[in-house]
Nanobody
Framework: VQLVESGGGFVQAGGSLRLSCAAS????????MAWYRQAPGKQRELVAR???????NYVGTVQGRFTISRDNAKKMLYLQMNSLKPEDTAVYSC?????????WGRGTQVTVSS
């Protein structure tokens, strides 16, 4: 399994970004997917998760601002981020969970200026 993120960048507070994660391997369709982030000096945290069936949940700090989605035909995972805040600055990575194993991509940097 390989996961490659894209779409990060520099944005002003209140702006939007859309992150993408391209997955390889046949297990994508059956796997739960998630977005994580890690800010400097902080532990990695789960931002949003989506099951193979499309049910999503979010950490409270992004609820109502971020939307996770997936396209199983394209093996793609997305994170639409709106109303970005400086505290959203972090390296965002996608993760795949299946059969007791977990995989992560290398991440993409998101920087939000005030």
């Amino acid at each position: 399994v390989q996961l490659v993120e894209s779409g990060g960048g520099f944005v002003q507070a209140g702006g939007s970004l859309r992150l993408s994660c391209a997955a390889s391997g046949s297990i994508f369709i059956s796997a739960a997917m998630a977005w994580y982030r890690q800010a400097p000096g902080k532990q990695r945290e789960l931002v949003a998760r989506i099951t193979s069936g499309g049910s999503a949940n979010y950490v409270g700090t992004v609820q109502g601002r971020f939307t996770i989605s997936r396209d199983n035909a394209k093996k793609m995972l997305y994170l639409q981020m709106n109303s970005l805040k400086p505290e959203d600055t972090a390296v965002y990575s996608c993760g795949l969970s299946f059969g007791g194993s977990n995989y992560w991509g290398r991440g993409t940097q998101v920087t939000v200026s005030s």
